[in-house]
């Protein structure tokens, strides 16, 4: 227990001296862009930035199932010989209404309509309903809709965070908050317009024919079509529903330039898929409209003068650096599910930062100096001993952030405090069990021996539930309350080691140089 090799205390020393250049980016600048050069990011309480709490539109999420189920449905029962029928979905209900002819056909209606409510569960999200008169109805139940919830909320948290990365933020926290509702926090980003543009767009990108003999000014478009109005705002165009080729079959979209005209335009590429299908499309309607709308507004309806086999395709549409570029992202990044709307927005000055960093450090510094001068007063030198572990102790929790790029919050820096206030315990009980040693007449060799021995399995028990609970807090929790989890998690591992190896090297090395008759403890 008192014995160190040669390779533990190299190894000991070499992880002390490890933490204090893991610290040292945080103090310095980066000397070549090649080193792995790995700071501490600070919060959106410590730096400024913007918050904005988003939901998601569940109204268009219940719509979109209920019109694909619908769709599915009269696939369904034409494959079922069902003779003449009606189906219309009604999202107030949550349901789709059929209508048959032949009232006996109910059963056979159902049969077929009830597997595509299964889901990847295993479970079936419809309930049916024969209300009489040849009438049956399919609603989407309570375990289905929240399933569905859930699904586009996480969809939706994967597309903002890849949307929120092509900007260039650096780190953003982006979090689940209820049933359906987003928490977007940008740190250093004081006017958020540009970002809550670009997540407020769905961003649904289709490839559609257009109908050049329709009358658009005609109070209703033709059956299987609809008049979407153009982006630049020159009118109406009638576009075909049927949607020939999906954005989601792109695979890459740039911001570029024309380089005959010099105007801004954005290039896209096809994955096998889409560049089948828009090769197929091409061939066949030479020399006619193509429209390119996107959330129900035609942004280009160019011409197609010869078939384009090859999967790429560019977007011109009076654009500039900026809308091309932000276009290009939202089609990276995929469409959303539904709509997102800004239920609050709030913005942190730097300022209210730079106040909360002072108040901050100037409490870590106090409580480091209280917990300090304790340890000195009442443990004498084996104190002091404890008081460098302890200084070590910030540097390898420090060093540990460092090296995973966290992000300091204001509820971290209290997570800090409060660590090194607990780090002294494990050197409390083993100061205090030396002393009981010594009263009980042990040489003082013995006593350390005896002492660190008693005091390991307390330490290990009581680290070990404290541990235990804030990784709890950190995967049931969210926000702020995670970065205190994580640097209290990080506090008792570091402290672990500064007490029971780094204490304990130093009062070994202390006494092997001194051999004292009593110790001063």
Same mark, same amino acid.
């Given at each position: 227990m008192m014995y160190f090799s040669r390779l533990k205390?190299?190894?000991?020393?070499?992880?002390?001296?490890?933490?204090?250049?893991?610290?040292?980016?945080?103090?310095?600048?980066?000397?070549?862009?090649?080193?792995?050069?790995?700071?501490i990011?600070?919060?959106?309480?410590?730096?400024?930035?913007?918050?904005?709490?988003?939901?998601?539109?569940?109204?268009?999420?219940?719509?979109?199932?209920?019109? /694909?189920?619908?769709?599915? %449905?009269?696939?369904?029962? $034409?494959?079922?010989?069902?003779?003449?029928?009606?189906?219309?979905?009604?999202?107030?209900?949550?349901?789709?209404?059929?209508?048959?002819?032949?009232?006996?056909?109910?059963?056979?209606?159902?049969?077929?309509?009830?597997?595509?409510?299964?889901?990847?569960?295993g479970r079936n999200d419809l309930d049916f309903s024969d209300i009489g008169g040849g009438q049956l109805t399919a609603t989407l139940n309570a375990q289905g809709l929240k399933e569905r919830a859930t699904q586009a909320v996480e969809q939706s948290i994967e597309i903002v965070r890849r949307r929120i990365d092509e900007t260039g933020v650096v780190d953003p926290q982006i979090s689940r908050q209820g049933d359906a509702r987003i928490i977007v926090q940008l740190p250093g980003i004081e006017d958020p317009n540009r970002i809550k543009q670009l997540l407020g767009k769905t961003a649904r990108m289709t490839f559609r024919l257009t109908d050049?003999?329709?009358?658009?000014?005609?109070?209703?478009?033709?059956?299987?079509?609809?008049?979407?109005?153009?982006?630049?705002g020159s009118?109406?165009?009638? #576009? $075909? $529903? $049927?949607?020939?080729?999906?954005? =989601?079959?792109?695979?890459?979209?740039?911001?570029?330039?024309?380089?005959?005209?010099?105007?801004?335009?954005?290039?896209?590429?096809?994955?096998?898929?889409?560049?089948?299908?828009?090769?197929? #499309? %091409?061939?066949?309607?030479?020399?006619?409209?193509?429209?390119?709308?996107?959330?129900?507004?035609?942004?280009?309806?160019? #011409?197609?003068?010869?078939?384009?086999?090859? /999967?790429?395709?560019?977007?011109?549409?009076?654009?500039?650096?900026? %809308?091309?570029?932000?276009?290009?992202?939202?089609?990276?990044?995929?469409?959303?599910p539904a709509p997102l709307t800004v239920v609050e927005e709030r913005s942190v000055g730097p300022e209210l930062g730079a106040d909360s960093i002072k108040a901050g450090a100037f409490a870590l510094a106090a409580g480091l100096l209280c917990v300090m001068g304790y340890m000195g007063v009442f443990?004498?030198?084996? /104190?002091?001993? =404890?008081?460098?572990?302890?200084?070590?102790?910030? #540097?390898?929790?420090?060093?540990?952030l460092s090296l995973f790029e966290a992000t300091l919050t204001l509820p971290g820096m209290a997570g800090i405090l409060l660590t090194l206030g607990m780090a002294v315990d494990a050197n409390i009980l083993i100061n205090e069990r030396i002393r009981e040693e010594l009263h009980a007449g042990r040489t003082p060799l013995s006593a350390m021996e005896n002492g660190f021995k008693r005091a390991y399995s307390t330490?290990?028990?009581?680290?070990?539930?404290?541990?235990?609970?804030?990784? @709890?807090?950190?995967?049931?929790?969210?926000?702020?309350?995670?970065?205190?989890?994580?640097?209290?998690?990080?506090?008792?591992?570091?402290?672990?080691?500064?007490?029971? @190896?780094l204490a304990r090297l130093m009062m070994v090395r202390w006494y092997s140089a001194n051999r004292p008759q009593t110790l001063p403890v």
């Amino acid at each position: 227990m008192m014995y160190f090799s040669r390779l533990k205390t190299a190894l000991v020393l070499g992880a002390c001296l490890l933490g204090i250049l893991l610290c040292l980016p945080n103090a310095l600048t980066a000397p070549a862009n090649w080193l792995p050069w790995r700071t501490i990011h600070l919060g959106l309480d410590l730096r400024g930035g913007s918050y904005l709490l988003m939901e998601v539109d569940m109204t268009t999420v219940v719509k979109e199932r209920l019109d /694909g189920l619908a769709d599915a %449905s009269r696939t369904a029962l $034409r494959n079922a010989k069902i003779d003449r029928y009606v189906v219309t979905p009604q999202p107030e209900q949550n349901r789709i209404l059929i209508k048959l002819n032949d009232a006996g056909q109910i059963s056979a209606a159902q049969s077929a309509i009830t597997p595509l409510g299964a889901n990847a569960s295993g479970r079936n999200d419809l309930d049916f309903s024969d209300i009489g008169g040849g009438q049956l109805t399919a609603t989407l139940n309570a375990q289905g809709l929240k399933e569905r919830a859930t699904q586009a909320v996480e969809q939706s948290i994967e597309i903002v965070r890849r949307r929120i990365d092509e900007t260039g933020v650096v780190d953003p926290q982006i979090s689940r908050q209820g049933d359906a509702r987003i928490i977007v926090q940008l740190p250093g980003i004081e006017d958020p317009n540009r970002i809550k543009q670009l997540l407020g767009k769905t961003a649904r990108m289709t490839f559609r024919l257009t109908d050049e003999t329709a009358n658009v000014n005609a109070p209703v478009a033709p059956p299987g079509e609809d008049f979407l109005p153009m982006e630049n705002g020159s009118g109406k165009i009638a #576009v $075909r $529903r $049927r949607v020939e080729v999906d954005g =989601a079959n792109l695979t890459d979209a740039r911001a570029g330039q024309n380089p005959q005209t010099g105007e801004w335009v954005v290039n896209f590429t096809f994955d096998s898929i889409g560049t089948r299908r828009f090769a197929d #499309v %091409s061939t066949k309607n030479v020399n006619h409209p193509f429209a390119i709308v996107l959330d129900d507004k035609v942004i280009s309806a160019p #011409v197609i003068r010869e078939p384009i086999t090859g /999967g790429r395709g560019q977007i011109s549409g009076r654009f500039d650096a900026a %809308s091309a570029t932000d276009l290009s992202v939202l089609l990276r990044a995929g469409a959303l599910p539904a709509p997102l709307t800004v239920v609050e927005e709030r913005s942190v000055g730097p300022e209210l930062g730079a106040d909360s960093i002072k108040a901050g450090a100037f409490a870590l510094a106090a409580g480091l100096l209280c917990v300090m001068g304790y340890m000195g007063v009442f443990y004498g030198l084996f /104190g002091w001993f =404890a008081n460098v572990a302890l200084v070590f102790n910030l #540097v390898l929790m420090m060093a540990i952030l460092s090296l995973f790029e966290a992000t300091l919050t204001l509820p971290g820096m209290a997570g800090i405090l409060l660590t090194l206030g607990m780090a002294v315990d494990a050197n409390i009980l083993i100061n205090e069990r030396i002393r009981e040693e010594l009263h009980a007449g042990r040489t003082p060799l013995s006593a350390m021996e005896n002492g660190f021995k008693r005091a390991y399995s307390t330490i290990i028990d009581s680290n070990a539930t404290a541990f235990l609970a804030h990784v @709890m807090l950190f995967f049931f929790g969210a926000g702020p309350v995670r970065g205190f989890a994580v640097t209290i998690t990080v506090g008792i591992a570091t402290s672990m080691f500064t007490a029971t @190896m780094l204490a304990r090297l130093m009062m070994v090395r202390w006494y092997s140089a001194n051999r004292p008759q009593t110790l001063p403890v």
